[in-house]
């Protein structure tokens, strides 16, 4: 007759239990680390641009000579943050007004409204947008239509004999689409 018992049916199965237990937090954990680790990039991806502030680059849009006094002139340039895949939506347009000899004043192509292209017409002297109607005085002010606000306003310099404009990346709009 030996000592020893045979393990009696109760504790068989407390024992099978913690390490199922155990087995199944592991798993849940490693499952849960490596769920992580594949989401970080995305997560990087998606959360990045709210803390990288914008790029603002001169670029040169002409000589100074290119324009008149009174007058607004299109301009094009390349948005300071275009993606490589951007091409020909990496342009960017501005408005330029030569308002006296050394002053000038530029905005942005885009209407506040939706970001359609707004384009100047001479003789009423009003930026019309043809996407809703929106109308903004010379000064870049709303005088009609749905836009919230008036158009964005570059900032211009003279540098060497030719005029350059501070861009940006292309201003959103502010109206909460429903």
């Given at each position: 007759?030996?000592?020893q018992?045979p393990?009696?049916?109760t504790?068989?199965?407390?024992?099978?239990?913690?390490r199922?237990?155990?087995?199944?937090r592991?798993?849940?954990i490693l499952g849960?680390i490596?769920?992580?680790?594949?989401?970080?990039?995305g997560?990087g991806y998606v959360?990045?641009?709210?803390f990288r502030?914008?790029?603002?680059k001169?670029?040169?849009?002409g000589?100074?000579?290119?324009f008149k006094?009174?007058?607004?002139v299109l301009v094009q340039y390349?948005?300071?943050?275009?993606?490589?895949w951007a091409?020909?939506?990496a342009?960017?347009?501005?408005?330029?007004r030569?308002?006296?000899e050394?002053?000038?004043?530029?905005?942005s192509?885009?209407?506040r409204h939706l970001g359609?292209?707004?384009?100047w017409v001479?003789?009423?002297?009003?930026?019309?947008?043809p996407c809703?109607?929106?109308?903004?005085?010379?000064?870049?002010?709303?005088a009609?239509?749905?836009?919230?606000?008036?158009?964005?306003?570059l900032?211009v310099?003279?540098r060497?004999g030719?005029v350059?404009?501070?861009?940006?990346?292309?201003?959103l709009t502010l109206?909460?689409?429903t």
């Open positions: 007759m030996s000592d018992q393990p009696t049916p504790d068989q199965p407390c024992c099978q239990l913690k199922r237990t155990f087995l199944t592991v798993s849940v849960a490596i769920g992580f680790m594949i989401a970080l990039p997560i959360l990045a641009p709210i502030k914008p790029k603002h001169w670029r040169t849009v000589k100074l000579d290119d006094v009174g007058g607004f390349e948005d300071p943050s275009p993606v490589i091409g020909v939506t342009k960017a347009g501005a408005w330029i030569r308002a006296s050394t002053e000038f004043i530029a905005f192509i885009n209407c359609c292209p707004v384009r001479d003789d009423p002297k009003l930026f019309m947008c809703h109607g929106g109308v903004y005085y010379e000064d870049g002010t709303v009609a239509g749905p836009p919230p606000e008036p158009l964005y306003k900032n310099r003279i060497e030719l350059e404009i501070e861009t940006e990346p292309t201003p109206t909460t689409l």
